[in-house]
């Protein structure tokens, strides 16, 4: 048990040291982000006529659930996990860990979590900086612990579910040549309907319970929902945790079906 954790600790490692040489590119990834945050200021301040606020949120914090976004996204978000799984297969440099004891999942996530946790940090540079324009537009929780306390178990099971599915698609590349499209279809659902065009609970009810019930809406809404007070109800959010966990297991058996059959499609030249 020991052995098998030091070894994917040293791949968080690496993927550490590897990623904080490009602190610089997520420094400036993140202040290229502003702009958006500052287009989704405008937008939804000239849309708030007389500062009536959205679906029974204020204008500050409607601003807050786009700010928590930002800050989730370079947290649990896969940037370009799902092509270099790709470039890998294709590479042949999979090979390489089909003869040892190495669990590829489990290898890839320990790189995700490694970079996600560099850029996640670097995100907040620009954000204070940015801080003396956007404080008049924030509203902060007034019971952190609790936000916390429900917050993280859901933001944790979102950066599986992401990689998951960047997973997922990387592991297409045992059949198909490029993957491009199916990611692009992806991000464009994701971003519909995991809440980054507009919080999700202005949907119609109808539309509203049919998204609660696809992966798209823990991707980052419900984390986020959390977070920003948009979700306080006890119950809803551990009924939110059940089909959360549903998701992560249906996923995870998922991609490893796709591995086992992709092996068999596999031919190893090269890496």
Known sequence: ?????????????????????????????????????????????????????????????????????????????????????SEEIRNGLINQFLLKPINYFAYRFSIFVAARLVSGLMVFIPLLIALPVLKDYLAYPTDLGRVLAFGLPAMAMSAVIQFSIAYCFGLLSFWFLEIQGFVILSMALETLLGGQMFPLDLLPGWAYSIAKCLPFYYQMYFPAAIFTGRLTDAT????????????????????????????????AVGG
Request: hydrophobic letters at 55%.
């Open 1 to 85: 048990m020991l052995a098998t954790f030091d070894k994917y600790r040293q791949a968080f490692l690496t993927g550490l040291q590897s990623n904080i040489v490009y602190r610089i590119n997520f420094t400036v990834r993140g202040f290229f982000s502003l702009f958006h945050l500052a287009a989704v200021v405008i937008l939804w301040s000239a849309a708030s006529t007389g500062g009536a606020g959205f679906g029974g949120f204020s204008l500050a914090q409607t601003i807050t659930y786009f700010v928590t976004l930002l800050i989730l996204q370079f947290f649990i978000s896969a940037f370009n996990e799902d092509y270099q799984i």
């Open 236 to 267: 809803l959010i551990f009924q939110g945790y059940a089909i959360q966990a549903g998701w992560v297991v249906a996923l995870l058996l998922v991609n490893q079906v796709l591995w086992v059959r992709g092996l068999r499609e596999h031919t």
